[in-house]
Every structure is written in C-alpha cells, then in structure tokens.
C-alpha cells in the first residue's frame, strides 16, 4: 500500500517538540524525514527524561519514521552541503527564533534560489513578523501569553498551563496543515512558498468562544474549572467513588439526563426547559444532579448513562486511558523495537486512512546513525570524502 507522503524528502532541521512533532506527522504519512542536527550533542530533547538504558523517551516519543545526520551549519562548508541537499528536497522544516536561518545565509529567499519548488515550513514562538518576532519562546511562555492558562483551572483559582504542550503541539499540527496546503498549491502551480507558523498565534485560533465572550461582554472569561461556560449540564459530578464527566449539550439529551437520573420532573421544569435557562438557573439545578450523582459509583452511573446515550466518561488517568479498551481497539498506544533500548511504548498514529494507511516503520535514529548513507546517496559523496567532512567536525 503506498503512504500519501511517499517520495516526498523533508529536511528537518528542528528540535524539542513543535517541529519534531509536525515532521513526525509528516513520516508517519510517509514522507521521507532527514533529521538534520548538531554534531555531538543533537536534537536538546535527546537529553531529556524519562530515559530508558540511557535512551530519552521523549526523543523516541516524537522522532520516529526519521533518518538522523549530523551537519555544522555554522560552517560554510556544511552550509554548502546543506545546499546541495536542499535542491533534491520538497521541504525544508526548521523552528528557531526568526532571524536564525536568514543570519546563517540559509533563510527562505536563499534557498528558494537554490529550489523554486521548496516548501520552507518556520515554526516559532511569535512568527517572522511583527514585534516579538525574534524573541525566544517555549510552551509554558506561549500558554500564558496567548490566554489559555487564563482560562483553565479551578474557579476562583490561579491561571493553569494545561499539563501537555500545547502551544508546541499546536504549532506542529498547523505546520502539518501549512506543508500539505503548500503540498497541493505547489502541484497546481509549480512553486514552493514559505510556511510561517507562530506559536502565539496557534494558541490564539483556539481560544473559541473565549474571544467571542469577551467581545459580546467586554470582560475577560475566568476559569470555570470543569463546568462549561454556556452549555448545561456540562460539567463533572462527584460519585461514590470518584467523578464522571457528563456532557448534555442540547434539549433532547437533557431528557435522556433527567431520565437516567430518574428526575424526570426537571425535564418540563420551567426554569430548566432550555440550554439559556438552565444556565439562568444554574445553582437551582446543580444540586439536584448532584444528589443523584452521589448514590451510585462512578461505573454504574456510567453504565446506565450510556445505555440511554447521554455522553459521559470516567476521569481517567494515564493508567487508564493506556488501557482503555476503546484505546487499544484504535491500536492508539504501539510497541517499537529500539535498537538500544529494546522494546518502547508510545502513542499510536490518530490519523486512519483507508487507501494510504499511516505506519510506523522505524524507531527514533541514533545521533548521525544516518549521515553516510544520506550523503552518499543524495550527494554521491564517497567514504574518503565523508570521512575528511568527519575529522573536520563538519558532520
């Protein structure tokens, strides 16, 4: 079966998160992905924890499906190899801050000299223009400025960075979207273009109904914690045992609420009939779903919620979502065969495709694992030749 993105060559000069997650997308679809990195020390998130046998995780996590050569592009030597590499390759991906690449001679109008047809793909904090374009950013930094931490947490509590990376995740996930438009625009007419993707901005597109409240009532939303801030019942109740998640996002689920629940009468209750009332009437209604949520186990509640088709879920944790059984039917959490460290555990592949199906065919590669085949395949560079580059500390 042969991948969507097979026979497409990317350059990946990025590291951490933002740009090894898109370019990780990008070869689990198929793409040829040549990770281009520091001599010696590589990709920061190589030395970064969990480790097992000495090998990060978190590197293996994010930086499979990819080939791994080491260049000094502060060299003009290795410049000029990275050139000659660039006019074989579809895409050139990189996420330092924005003045980087330009400095190094190496920016978009440099090497779409070099190849028309290049897609060059830039994730960083702020973008390539505007006022903080050159500043430095990571996760944490963009979570807060861009509004989501103001948002998430409990009532009345501090502003909270939500426990994965969004603001990196995000940025790799429009990358991916930038590339594959550029993808199709480059077929239609010939040409490459740049991908300019801020991580600012991403955290901006999805404060959603955020934006929207602020400018309906020209206050800044607060954290509501886990109730929804417009649709009710939209929120966790305590149990038993623990906390469900219960999800009636519209009148005809409410009914199917109020029947699990055996409280039938709340359903034709004036003051809760519709979603605008029920969120008028908030503190009338909560207690009397709470009562009812506090009698049985979380399990059992979940049971009969789901017979009647009301949506509804335990809060997991990690524990348990890595052995849900809907997670495992989904094969969402895959076993790799490293090399070194033997045999890893990660998150499986989201996108299903029926004709062109997503793979995992490699693991993470080892520092410069790849730097001979590459150069001698793509530059027909022969081993006296790499091995000159080797002592020279280009590669």
């Known amino acids: 079966m042969k991948q969507a993105l097979a026979g497409i060559r990317v350059l990946d000069l990025t590291r951490v998160l933002a740009g090894p997650f898109a370019t990780m997308i990008l070869g689990d679809l198929g793409a040829e992905i040549v990770k281009i990195e520091r001599p010696v020390t590589g ?35 290795g410049k000029h190899i990275f050139k000659e590499l660039v006019k074989d390759a579809d895409i050139v991906i990189e996420n ?14 440099d090497l779409k000299k070099i190849n028309p047809r290049i897609i060059y793909a830039a994730s960083s904090g702020f973008g390539h223009t505007g006022p903080y374009s050159d500043r430095p950013a990571y996760d944490a930094i963009v979570q807060a400025m861009g509004g989501i931490m103001s948002i998430t947490g409990a009532k009345n509590g501090e502003p909270t960075r939500v426990g994965s990376s969004l603001g990196d995740i995000i940025a790799g996930m429009y990358t991916v ?9 480059r077929e239609e007419e010939g040409v490459g273009q740049k991908v300019d993707i801020s991580m600012l901005d991403g955290q901006v597109s999805i404060l959603e109904n955020a934006i929207a409240r602020y400018f309906v009532n020209k206050e800044s939303p607060k954290p509501e914690g886990n109730k929804h801030n417009s649709i009710v019942p939209f929120e966790a109740f305590s149990t038993i045992d623990g906390e469900i998640m219960v999800a009636a996002g519209n009148n005809n689920l409410w009914r199917k609420l109020c029947d ?26 909560r207690p009397y779903l709470a009562n009812q949520f506090a009698k049985k186990t979380t399990s059992e509640w979940h049971k009969i919620l789901v017979a009647k088709g009301v949506p509804s879920g335990p809060i997991n944790n990690i524990e348990a979502v890595v052995n849900d059984p809907q997670v495992k039917a989904r094969e969402m959490i895959v076993e790799i065969d490293h090399p070194i460290a033997g045999k890893v555990k990660m998150a499986g592949l989201p996108i299903k495709l029926s004709e062109s ?9 080892q520092l410069g694992e790849h730097t001979e085949i590459v150069l001698s395949e793509v530059l027909g560079l022969n081993y006296k030749e790499i091995t000159k580059l080797k002592d020279k500390g280009i590669i």
């Open 43 to 77: 990709d920061d998130a190589r030395h970064f924890g969990p480790y097992i046998k000495e090998e990060s995780a978190y590197f293996m996590s994010i930086n499979r499906n990819k080939k791994s050569i080491t260049l000094n592009l502060k060299n003009e030597e």
């Open 96 to 109: 330092f801050k924005a003045t980087t690449m330009g400095n190094l001679g190496l920016g978009y109008e």
């Open 177 to 185: 979207i930038g590339v594959l438009a550029a993808l199709r625009y």
């Open 260 to 285: 699990s629940l055996g409280l039938n009468q709340l359903a034709d209750d004036e003051r809760f009939k519709t979603n605008p009332l029920r969120a008028k009437n908030y503190y009338e209604l």
């Open 357 to 365: 199906k997503a793979t995992i065919r490699a693991p993470s590669p």
